[in-house]
């Protein structure tokens, strides 16, 4: 025992000597003394030169104790590997992709080395301190964990202010001690029986923070990237709480480079993390990603601008101590980096006024170990008080979310990918298709397993005014659900079909209220301030210009769907201001009517919105730094390098029922530019979207139980070329439709009008038009109103299946009418033919007998003549049921 502190007594003097303090005598021997550094890698250029830079500057600031490596590598990785000889190491099974659930998440392997090595390292066996750092770390003075203020119970870290889910749902959802939860990571210093307690728990709850999907976003866990990247500091927070250990938190002992540091603190440790400059010069560690920096003899980083040019052009103190920390960073890298080329055997490097700095007593002076100042020794420790709120939590509102389509292969495609992406984006409540179609495509209709369904009958033809409008289809249709179904839902999101979700839109989130719905900024929506808010609504200056994402508490939505309807209709109406100057529609064809319709119907009621520009972003635009969109709407044409999207170019494609159809695969987020962050930022958004889009489709296809994709048929791709072609004939307008109907009348139909006289055929076509107009005005009118009939052939259960998630699916029609119809027409022949033979016999019968009376005459005129008025109304009661 008296060996041990004799030796750790000359430790002390040594590193005293060196920093030129005097030596800590009674404080140090007093305290246990065996530590031991820890830090995780894995087989990688870009943690090999990390680790040259560690290990330089562990000895460089004489860090007591041994240091181990916990080196990740799958078996594939561990055979090409170089850099087995950069520091002491300790190889554990990679983890970065889980064994079970297939997720790909290198930082777990954090968590997953440090338990591998409690278990089977013989060194743990030998500790009672531990030092855990990350790789991308400089030490500048010696870290010795009771020195900064660790107890046994008591763990030391660094502040990570930014974790703000152990303050709000994340915490009570991981952990039964959320008022326990600390903001911490990077610098860790604990005793080793709490580094056994926690370990597990850090691994487990590592585990279920990235599992939990639906609170990756930046609301909820503070990630920028809202990516679930930081789910290994949430599980050791989580996991510290669950073992009940309470953190001195530290915001002194660490820097990242380019902060400033506090006035009389000399941080031990640099988390280079962050990019940093100093002038013109920068360096950021993504940068060097894939760099064989350590493998090249004839590389070092950029070098940086020297002290006296620092002291030229910073006059500020503090900020002076700043770039001077920024500049001993990087060289302290190029340092370590000249020592292992030389341990490589490298030739020795030329002469430079740069390798002479680093090899001068001014560097050395600049870099020499840092000991603990006064003021960091008083810790500033951050002191969180939780206030435990014991009430029981207020539950949140019930949501549904709704989108509008019709009956086409373009919509089905649409429909795919948004129910896809709503159940991956783990948004709260059901969603519902409001599907939009005329009677004849709802028979032909394959896609109605696609979503949960509410049928709606189709006012792409205006049943008024004949006016050709599909985008009216979206207000009328959420007039029918909303007449025709219950809901328990507070709150309607309302989406369009050509959106992909990437996190939850929630009202409380974003701050939706009765009378204040939420939405998007539509800034093109130009009516809003000039003559056109003005001509169709009494209260202009409610009018907002939004739409795209829609949060609206149901109450809202029962009075307004109608005004919504109204107003599209009015403006659709009003052709003479359709101009792009009075509307901003470029194509001046009042295709944004439906826009306008909603914009001016919320003014109606004053609904005032919130809006907000976090929601929905444009694949192809540039998104604002830390904003975690929720929703792409790919409503235009983006781009990617020479790969494009534009969805009118797939109007009619059937990629649902064509097996393993998908769109052109977009590129490898790997194969990007890496220069300019925005284009970057841009481009991996795009590239989402579109993978998305076709991870969908797989899904889909695999639901559909497609066969191989290398075992499909000739035939099988002619036939789906055929249904594509069905499919895009099914698109053409009711128009259209109704003259081909008109022309596929059978031979016997105009056999009969032939035999008519002229002035009969002309009075039965006009009587025939004259129904069939008196059956198209009531079927529409009963439409408008939300009345639900024979005629329509649709019926809506009073309460659906999954709280007004589903409606039944449509009859069709069973050729009743066309079997009838046969019958009566050959009847009606074989009548003709019998009656023909009878006269034939009489008139025979009587040849040559007298002339007969007027009474007689008259008999026989008025019997042939009833004879054809019946059958003329037969035929049409038969042209009644077959428009029916």
């Keep these: 025992m008296m060996e041990k502190k004799a030796i750790l007594v000359l430790l002390v003097l040594s590193l005293s000597l060196i920093s030129g303090q005097e030596p800590k005598k009674i404080e140090t021997l007093k305290a ?307 020592l292992q080329h030389a341990a490589f055997g490298c030739p020795k490097p030329k002469w430079s006024k740069y390798l002479s700095f680093l090899k001068s007593k001014t560097f050395a002076e600049l870099s020499r170990a840092k000991p603990l100042t006064s003021q960091s020794r008083q810790m500033m420790e951050v002191e969180v008080h939780k206030e435990v709120d014991n009430a029981p939590e207020k539950p949140h509102p019930k949501i549904h979310t709704i989108f509008s389509t019709e009956c086409s292969p373009y919509f089905d495609w649409q429909t795919v990918g948004l129910v896809h992406s709503f159940y991956k984006s783990g948004q709260p409540g059901n969603i519902t298709r409001l599907l939009s179609c005329t009677e004849e495509d709802l028979k032909q209709y394959k896609g109605h397993d696609l979503a949960p369904t509410h049928y709606v009958p189709s006012m792409s033809r205006h049943p008024l005014t004949g006016d050709w409008y599909p985008a009216i289809n979206k207000p009328a249709a959420v007039l029918h659900w909303m007449n025709h179904v219950k809901t328990d839902a507070e709150y309607i999101v309302i989406l369009d079909a050509d959106m992909i979700m990437r996190g939850p839109i929630t009202p409380w989130e974003f701050n939706a209220a009765r009378g204040h719905p939420v939405s998007t900024p539509y800034d093109y929506l130009i009516g809003c301030d000039n003559v056109l808010a003005k001509l169709h609504t009494r209260h202009p200056e409610a009018c907002d210009k939004v739409g795209g994402v829609i949060i609206m508490h149901v109450d809202d939505l029962r009075k307004f769907a109608l005004q919504w309807l109204h107003k599209t209709v009015e403006v659709r109406l009003d052709r003479s201001h359709w101009s792009k100057n009075i509307t901003g529609d470029v194509y001046e064809a009042g295709w944004i009517s439906e826009m306008y319709g909603y914009s001016f119907g919320a003014a ?72 300019d962050n925005n284009s970057l930022q841009r481009d991996l958004l795009s590239i989402e979207c579109a993978t998305t889009l076709n991870e969908a489709l797989h899904i889909h296809h695999e639901r559909r139980k497609c066969p191989d994709p290398n075992s499909i048929s000739t035939a099988n791709q002619d036939t789906t070329n055929e249904t594509r072609t069905n499919a895009e004939t099914r698109t053409n307008d009711d128009e259209s439709r109704t003259n081909a109907e008109t022309r596929t009348n059978d031979d016997e139909t105009r056999t009969n009008a032939e035999t008519r006289t002229n002035g009969e055929t002309r009075t039965d076509s006009e009587t025939r038009t004259s129904a069939e107009a008196r059956m198209a005005v009531e079927t529409t009118t009963s439409r408008k109103f939300g009345k639900v009939d024979d005629i329509q052939g649709l019926r809506h259960d009073d309460v659906p299946k999954n709280n007004s998630q589903q409606s039944s699916q449509p009859d069709t029609s069973n050729g009743t009418f066309s079997s009838m119809r046969f019958w009566i027409m050959a009847l009606w022949a074989v009548s003709i033919f019998a009656f023909l033979g009878v006269m034939s ?36 009661h038969i042209r009644s049921a077959e428009t029916a």
Excluded at 844 to 854: C, H, N, Q, V
């Design 32 to 338: 246990p003394y065996r530590i031991h550094t820890l830090f995780s890698v894995e087989c990688q250029n870009y943690f090999d030169w990390q680790t040259v830079g560690l290990m330089h500057s562990y000895k460089k600031a004489q860090q007591p104790g041994p240091i181990t490596r916990l080196l990740s590598c799958t078996d594939e990785e561990r055979k090409n590997y170089r850099g087995m000889e950069l520091a002491p190491t300790f190889e554990v099974p990679s983890m970065s992709r889980h064994p079970k659930t297939g997720d790909w998440y290198p930082a777990i392997n954090k968590p997953a080395g440090v338990v591998h090595w409690l278990k089977y390292s013989k060194e743990a066996q030998n500790v009672d301190w531990v030092v855990i750092l990350d790789a991308d770390m400089i030490i500048r003075g010696p870290i010795v964990p009771w020195e900064i203020g660790a107890e046994k119970g008591r763990p030391v870290s660094a502040y990570y202010g930014y974790l703000i889910g152990c303050d709000n749902v994340l915490a009570k959802l991981h952990t039964k001690h959320p008022e326990l939860c600390d903001k911490v990571g990077g610098l860790l210093a604990m005793h080793i029986d709490d580094l056994r307690a926690l370990a597990p728990l850090w691994l487990s709850k590592t585990e279920e923070v990235r599992e939990d999907r639906a609170h990756w976003p930046t609301n909820y866990t503070g990630d920028i990237y809202g990516t679930g990247w930081i789910s290994e500091m949430y599980g050791y927070s989580f996991g510290a709480a669950e073992a009940r250990l309470r953190h001195k938190i530290n915001d002194n002992l660490m820097i990242y480079p380019g902060y400033i540091p506090r006035e009389g603190v000399e941080p031990i440790l640099m988390h280079y993390g962050l990019p940093f400059n100093v002038g013109n010069w920068s360096f950021s560690k993504l940068q060097h990603h894939d760099d064989d920096i350590v493998y090249n003899c004839s590389r070092l980083f950029p070098e940086p601008p020297y002290p006296r040019e620092i002291t030229q052009m910073e006059p500020d103190r503090n900020k002076r101590r700043a770039l001077f920390l920024n500049i001993e960073c990087i060289n302290t890298l190029n340092e370590g980096l000249l």
């Design 604 to 675: 109606e009621l004053n609904l005032r919105h919130v809006i907000s520009d976090e929601i929905l972003i444009y694949p192809g635009y540039v998104p604002a730094p830390g904003v975690n969109y929720r929703v792409f709407h790919y409503g235009l044409e983006y781009r990617v390098g020479n790969w494009s999207f534009d969805k009118a170019n797939w109007r009619h494609v059937d990629l649902v029922n064509q097996c393993w159809a998908k769109f052109p695969d977009p590129p490898d987020p790997s194969s990007l530019d890496q220069s």
């Design 841 to 876: 016999v009489m008139l025979k019968g009587r040849k040559g007998l007298k002339k007969r009376g007027k009474g007689y005459k008259s008999k026989r005129r008025t019997s042939y003549s009833g004879f054809w008025n019946t059958n003329g109304q037969d035929n049409r």
